[in-house]
């Protein structure tokens, strides 16, 4: 190939990836920019501590946390709210240097028997290899829904945006706005999809060594600790649950997240979630044959938008 033919292509890629984040950007601006936030940006307000106040560092404006994991203790909070459908955002610095065995967990979650979860979940990994980002999903207390992507940054130098749209057509993670995962409702289909149980937003740090880092054979180095995870700006956007989920399921421009154009991604974010299907995902359930005895979960060969 020739040079200046090469330098056009190189060019034209770096245009296309140009207008599709842009776009994503304006598209997600605007969103915000109508909704209005049920959370106020404070964590001391809208979270309580769930387990180890010892371990739980809040700034004194209430506008950042940090949560530290040693040999006697990790750390977690919660929600003061329930809600049904909506949108959460949440900048998070993941825990630095040798973090083998630590797991970061940001998730929705109904706490009953048969819950309904959803989940971010940061694996830990050796210095010198990534940080593995697992999504997994519970629907009527199932879940073996796992996914695992490589990011495209190190999310242990700065802060990232990490999300989680709900609606009643889709649930989709996104990072910095680029959606990684698309969950579809084909509750029409027989497939299980989180629609009725309300869910608390729960974040914790904690010793996950038995299976998060190469299925357990790498241990926690505490002589590396205390680990530190960080939370900075948060937006919570959804129907708080006050014992009608007929209110939180209807349209409205309160309740934006279940207007039509929400229904599905948009062309620009169709574009990127593949662009994140072909080069960082590395483990998908519905890939995995052998787990399942080819008898994949019925939403495998279901549309995802």
Not at 143 to 158: N, Q
Not at 185 to 195: C, T
Request: charged share 20%.
């Amino acid at each position: 190939m020739r040079g200046g033919n090469y330098k056009a292509i190189i060019m034209y890629e770096c245009s296309v990836k140009t207008i599709i984040f842009f776009g994503v950007f304006i598209s997600n601006f605007l969103q915000f920019s109508f909704a209005s936030p049920i959370s106020t940006g404070d964590y001391n307000k809208d979270f309580f501590i769930t387990w180890s106040p010892s371990h739980v560092n809040t700034s004194l404006d209430g506008r950042s946390r940090n949560l530290k994991l040693d040999n006697d203790s990790g750390a977690g909070f919660a929600s003061n709210e329930m809600f049904l459908f909506g949108q959460m955002d949440m900048k998070i610095k993941l825990v630095p240097g040798n973090s083998a065995g630590t797991v970061v967990a940001y998730y929705l979650t109904s706490d009953q028997p048969n819950r309904d979860e959803i989940d971010f979940e940061f694996l830990g990994n050796v210095e010198g290899q990534p940080i593995i980002l697992q999504t997994n999903i519970f629907a009527d207390g199932f879940d073996d829904r796992e996914e695992r992507i490589k990011l495209w940054f190190d999310p242990t130098k700065d802060f990232h945006t990490y999300s989680i749209l709900w609606n009643i057509y889709q649930i989709v993670f996104m990072v910095d706005w680029v959606p990684i995962r698309v969950y579809r409702n084909h509750g029409d289909k027989g497939v299980g999809y989180p629609r009725w149980q309300p869910m608390s937003l729960k974040v914790s740090l904690w010793n996950g060594e038995s299976w998060a880092t190469r299925g357990g054979k790498d241990k926690i180095d505490w002589s590396k600790g205390p680990f530190v995870a960080s939370f900075g700006d948060y937006k919570v956007d959804a129907c708080i649950w006050r014992g009608n989920a007929r209110f939180c399921r209807g349209e409205s421009s309160s309740n934006w997240w279940h207007l039509p154009k929400y229904n599905t991604l948009s062309p620009s974010q169709r574009r990127l979630f593949k662009w994140v299907r072909k080069y960082h995902l590395i483990y998908d359930y519905c890939q995995d044959n052998l787990r399942f005895h080819n008898q994949l979960p019925k939403e495998c060969s279901l549309p995802k938008y």
